[in-house]
T-cell receptor, first 112, second 114 residues
Framework: GQNIDQPTEMTATEGAIVQINCTYQ??????LFWYQQHAGEAPTFLSY????GLEEKGRFSSFLSRSKGYSYLLLKELQMKDSASYLC?????????????FGKGTRLHILP | DTEVTQTPKHLVMGMTNKKSLKCEQH?????MYWYKQKAKKPPELMFV???????INESVPSRFSPECPNSSLLNLHLHALQPEDSALYLC?????????????FGDGTRLSIL
């Protein structure tokens, strides 16, 4: 089966660092995406990992451990505009179809 | 602004109406997707088109009928919808379905069924 878990909500302070974790179980893992979605807006692509390790892109970094079925998104120097939902999405090629499966998302609240 | 354009942005319709949602992209992407998203929930995949052919139908009720007239356009025809179908409908595209390319999402159509 397929299962993607991430915390429902997190709160952090402006200027701080926050780590959003995602664990997954799929029959045929082939890549993990992180998306940001502001309320009422479209999801926007943040990062992609398929090999173990850390991918850094400005204030955002994403880490993957395939053996542990685990990823995290690290946000540094938090800004108020980072208040949004962060969606972990896994590419599953193990079943009948090759498709992206989204986790339930983590709503991040940034406090001044 | 996104590179995937969806119209209309908002739609209110009765359960007996017939309407269509439209999606357009000019990035040369050959995979296009329809998602349904309820409030505070993740997007749920409905349909995938790859090279203008229906690739995935996630057991969506027949009151939703997708159409891909050409490589740039994706429609979702709606008929006899139920109140529980009220949601944000997102269109997305990617270079190809099989490659690990990010999906580009449109801003969505917020649909309300009376």
């Amino acid at each position: 089966g397929q299962n993607i878990d991430q915390p429902t909500e997190m709160t952090a302070t402006e200027g701080a660092i926050v780590q959003i974790n995602c664990t997954y179980q799929t029959s045929g893992f082939n890549g993990l995406f992180w998306y940001q979605q502001h309320a009422g807006e479209a999801p926007t692509f943040l990062s992609y990992n398929v090999l173990d390790g850390l991918e850094e892109k400005g204030r955002f970094s994403s880490f993957l451990s395939r053996s542990k079925g685990y990823s995290y998104l690290l946000l540094k120097e938090l800004q108020m505009k980072d208040s949004a939902s962060y969606l972990c999405a896994v590419r599953d090629v193990g079943g009948r179809d090759d498709k992206i499966i989204f986790g339930k998302g983590t709503r991040l609240h940034i406090l001044p | 602004d996104t590179e995937v354009t969806q119209t209309p942005k908002h739609l209110v319709m009765g359960m007996t109406n017939k309407k269509s949602l439209k999606c357009e992209q000019h990035m040369g992407h050959r995979a296009m997707y329809w998602y349904k998203q309820k409030a505070k929930k993740p997007p749920e995949l409905m349909f995938v088109y790859s090279y203008e052919k229906l690739s995935i139908n996630e057991s969506v009720p027949s009151r939703f009928s997708p159409e891909c007239p050409n490589s740039s356009l994706l429609n979702l025809h709606l008929h006899a919808l139920q109140p529980e179908d009220s949601a944000l409908y997102l269109c997305a595209s990617s270079q190809q379905q099989a490659l690990n390319q990010p999906q580009h999402f449109g801003d969505g159509t917020r649909l309300s069924i009376l």
